[in-house]
Antibody, heavy 121, light 109 residues
Framework: EVQLVESGGGLVQPGGSLRLSCAASGFTFSSYWMHWVRQAPGKGLVWVSR????????SYADSVKGRFTISRDNAKNTLYLQMNSLRAEDTAVYYCARDPRPGVAEYFQHWGQGTLVTVSS | SYVLTQPPSVSVAPGQTARITCGGN??????VHWYQQKPGQAPVLVVY???DRPSGIPERFSGSNSGNTATLTISRVEAGDEADYYCQVWDSSSDHHYVFGTGTKVTVL
């Protein structure tokens, strides 16, 4: 069974940093592209970032480009999101998500339960 | 960037049919995917590639896509179908690639 478990969320002051983790199990992690998707309270889903299977290629939404860094450790089956220069508008539940199968990167078949990031003084 | 527009809400009586639209410029040329999200839960994929269903999703959920509108249809609606629904496409012309619709709240009367 595919499992994605996020951690690392919490309360942080504006301008601060936080690193999210997503522990993966139940599949060959190193074969799949992975993503972060966020959802502000009461709002819709927004794609944040993706990384390819070996970590050599990344992409970001304009709203986080230059502030967030996605990475992965295939030996530890873990996905990360380093978030710097955090703003109030980054407050959201952050989900990690997986593609349906290797080589297909158009939608999200599996999702974690999410971790809440609150940016506030 | 590519924009997907959904109606904010749809109301339907139990046993009836709910239709949720997703509008986008020439969306019929793209593959559309749909997610169901219940309060406090992660999204669940209910339709992919316009009209295919993942295993475990009831046949009551179906999709279509043509022209400038994609549609998710829920037949014989049940109380448990009450949720938010989001469409999503992969926009190969954009560096942002993954675009979600604005979301539709389905209320079962």
């Amino acid at each position: 069974e595919v499992q994605l478990v996020e951690s690392g969320g919490g309360l942080v002051q504006p301008g601060g940093s936080l690193r999210l983790s997503c522990a993966a199990s139940g599949f060959t992690f190193s074969s799949y592209w992975m993503h972060w998707v966020r959802q502000a309270p009461g709002k819709g889903l927004v794609w944040v970032s993706r990384i390819n299977s070996d970590g050599s290629s990344t992409s970001y939404a304009d709203s986080v480009k230059g502030r967030f860094t996605i990475s992965r450790d295939n030996a530890k089956n873990t996905l990360y999101l380093q978030m710097n220069s955090l703003r109030a508008e980054d407050t959201a539940v952050y989900y990690c998500a997986r593609d349906p199968r290797p080589g297909v990167a158009e939608y999200f078949q599996h999702w974690g339960q999410g971790t809440l990031v609150t940016v506030s003084s | 960037s590519y924009v997907l527009t959904q109606p904010p809400s749809v109301s339907v009586a139990p046993g009836q049919t709910a239709r949720i639209t997703c509008g986008g410029n020439n969306i019929g040329s793209k593959s559309v995917h749909w997610y169901q999200q219940k309060p406090g839960q992660a999204p669940v994929l209910v339709v992919y590639d316009d009209s295919d269903r993942p295993s475990g999703i009831p046949e009551r959920f179906s999709g279509s896509n043509s022209g400038n509108t994609a549609t998710l249809t829920i037949s014989r609606v049940e109380a448990g179908d009450e949720a938010d629904y989001y469409c999503q496409v992969w926009d190969s012309s954009s560096d942002h690639h993954y675009v979600f619709g604005t979301g539709t709240k389905v209320t079962v009367l």
